[in-house]
């Protein structure tokens, strides 16, 4: 079946520096990829809609400054998070679809992000 | 506004009965609707899809209803066991877009030995 990897799968940083997560995936084509984030007990919430070759779409709410994303390739998507912040913490979930639009989504494992 | 809700938080199920999870939806008519499950500390995996014209959809022990009158689709785990204990997502597509999927907030479901 379909994989996606995400990596790192946590990792603990000082405020003001920078984070980057990379989402893969292994065994099919994505041309768009998927950036949640949840909190504890809550519902994932849509980050951003990260197209290959193309600018990513961002939710209302969310500032692209601060999160920025890269699809440089069609098996590769990357979330940087800029200048983190304790607020910044939480869990970032990346997910692929490797079909039509209303297939299921495949989603990696994640990244526990703690801004210290 | 559209809302997709689960308003178990959680639910403990003794084994071996049947798990019966809810999943309503308000404001809007999804064309399908999607089951995953989730474990702590982990992405969600999918489950099963169930369109708005399919009354049932089954897999193992799992079990999918749409009822559209109720707006509402019920997730059943059949013969439960410890190893069902997880946290189980109900999504569908946010309205007018094609590629947004929208989740409820999940119900933590316990199975007891």
């Known amino acids: 079946g379909a994989v996606v990897s995400q990596h790192p799968s946590w990792v603990i940083c000082k405020s003001g520096t920078s984070v980057k997560i990379e989402c893969r995936s292994l065994d099919f084509q994505a041309t768009t990829m998927f950036w949640y984030r949840q909190f504890p007990k809550q519902s994932l919430m849509l980050m951003a809609t990260?197209?290959?070759?193309?600018?990513?779409?961002?939710e209302q709410g969310v500032e692209k400054d601060k999160f920025l994303i890269n699809h440089a390739s069609l098996t590769l998507s990357t979330l940087t998070v800029t200048s983190a912040h304790p607020e910044d913490s939480s869990f970032y979930i990346c997910?692929?679809?490797?079909?039509?639009?209303?297939?299921?989504?495949?989603f990696g494992n994640g990244t526990r992000l703690t801004v210290t | 506004s559209q809302k997709i809700e689960q308003n178990s938080e959680a639910l403990n199920i003794q084994e071996g009965k049947t798990a019966t999870l809810t999943c309503n939806y308000t404001?809007?008519?999804?064309?399908?609707l999607q089951w995953y499950r989730q474990d702590p500390g982990r992405g969600p995996v999918f489950l099963l899809l169930i369109r708005e014209n399919e009354k049932e959809k089954r897999k193992e022990r799992l079990k999918v209803t749409f009822d559209t009158t109720l707006k509402q689709s019920l997730f059943h785990i059949t013969a439960s066991q410890p190893a069902d204990s997880a946290t189980y997502l109900c999504?569908?597509?946010?309205?007018?877009?094609?590629?947004?999927?929208?989740f409820g907030k999940g119900t933590r479901l316990h199975i007891l030995p």
């Open positions: 997910s692929a679809r490797d079909a039509m639009y209303n297939s299921p989504l495949h």
């Open positions: 990260s197209n290959e070759g193309s600018k990513a779409t961002y």
């Open positions: 999504a569908s597509l946010e309205v007018n877009r094609d590629d947004k999927i929208i």
């Open positions: 404001n809007y008519s999804p064309a399908y």
